[in-house]
T-cell receptor, first 113, second 111 residues
Framework: SQTIHQWPATLVQPVGSPLSLECTVE??????LYWYRQAAGRGLQLLFY??????ISSEVPQNLSASRPQDRQFILSSKKLLLSDSGFYLC????????????FGEGSRLTVL | GDSVTQMEGPVTLSEEAFLTINCTYT??????LFWYVQYPGEGLQLLLK?????DKGSNKGFEATYRKETTSFHLEKGSVQVSDSAVYFC??????????FGAGTRLTVKP
C-alpha cells in the first residue's frame, strides 16, 4: 500500500534561519508530488508540484524553494525564513488509481519567531 | 479559472443535528469533486468523491451529490457526532490538473 510521511512534525525557527522540510512516499513509483501551505484559519495554497526527479513547478513566487532529489522524496527549503512563512505545510501525492485524487501527509507545523 | 466556493464558518451544531455545508464550483468542463476532512493537528483525509453529474459520494454517514445544473456539491450528514468536529474542504480537479480547494469550513459539534 502507499504511504506518505513528513518530518519534522513541529518546528520553531527564528527569522532569518534556514528551513528544510522533508516528504517521502512509499509504495508507488514516479508519483506527482505537491507542497501546500495552510496559514492559520485559512485554506490551502499550492506552493510547488513535481511530476518527476528534478522537475519543479512553482505556483507562487516567494522565498521558499522545492527540490526532488529522488523519485519518492520531495523537500521544501528556505535560505532565510520570514515571519510570514509560519503555517502548516502539507505534502501530498497523486493516487494512481481512481480519478487521481490527492493523499496527504500528516503535516509539518512551522512557527517563525 | 476553475475554483471552489464554500460556505463560511464556523458552524456549531448540537450532537445529532443535521449538517449541510454548501459548496459550489466554477469550471470550464466537468471536473471531479471531492470533500476532504482535517481533524485538529492532522493532514487532510479524503472523505468522499464524485466524478460525474448525479453521482453521489458517501462515507461515514456523509453524503454529497454532484449537481451539474446548480454547479454544487453540498456535504450532508443526518446526525452529527462530537467526533465529526473538524475542518471540511471542498475541492475540484479537472483533466488531471491541479486540485483546487475551497477555504474550508470549521465544524464544531457540542454534546
Amino acid at each position: 500500500s502507499q504511504t506518505i510521511h513528513q518530518w519534522p512534525a513541529t518546528l520553531v525557527q527564528p527569522v532569518g534561519s534556514p528551513l528544510s522540510l522533508e516528504c517521502t512516499v512509499e509504495g508507488t513509483s514516479n508519483p506527482n508530488l505537491y507542497w501546500y501551505r495552510q496559514a492559520a484559519g485559512r485554506g490551502l495554497q499550492l506552493l510547488f508540484y513535481s511530476v518527476g526527479i528534478g522537475q519543479i513547478s512553482s505556483e507562487v513566487p516567494q522565498n521558499l524553494s522545492a527540490s526532488r532529489p529522488q523519485d519518492r522524496q520531495f523537500i521544501l527549503s528556505s535560505k532565510k525564513l520570514l515571519l510570514s512563512d509560519s503555517g502548516f505545510y502539507l505534502c501530498a501525492y497523486r493516487g494512481t488509481g481512481g480519478v487521481g485524487e490527492l493523499f496527504f501527509g500528516e503535516g509539518s507545523r512551522l512557527t517563525v519567531l | 479559472g476553475d475554483s471552489v466556493t464554500q460556505m463560511e464558518g464556523p458552524v456549531t451544531l448540537s450532537e445529532e443535528a443535521f449538517l449541510t455545508i454548501n459548496c459550489t464550483y466554477t469550471a470550464t468542463g466537468y471536473p471531479s469533486l471531492f470533500w476532504y476532512v482535517q481533524y485538529p493537528g492532522e493532514g487532510l483525509q479524503l472523505l468522499l468523491k464524485a466524478t460525474k453529474a448525479d453521482d453521489k459520494g458517501s462515507n461515514k454517514g456523509f453524503e454529497a451529490t454532484y449537481r451539474k445544473e446548480t454547479t454544487s456539491f453540498h456535504l450532508e450528514k443526518g446526525s452529527v457526532q462530537v467526533s465529526d468536529s473538524a475542518v471540511y474542504f471542498c475541492a475540484l480537479m479537472y483533466n488531471n490538473n491541479d486540485m483546487r480547494f475551497g477555504a474550508g469550513t470549521r465544524l464544531t459539534v457540542k454534546p
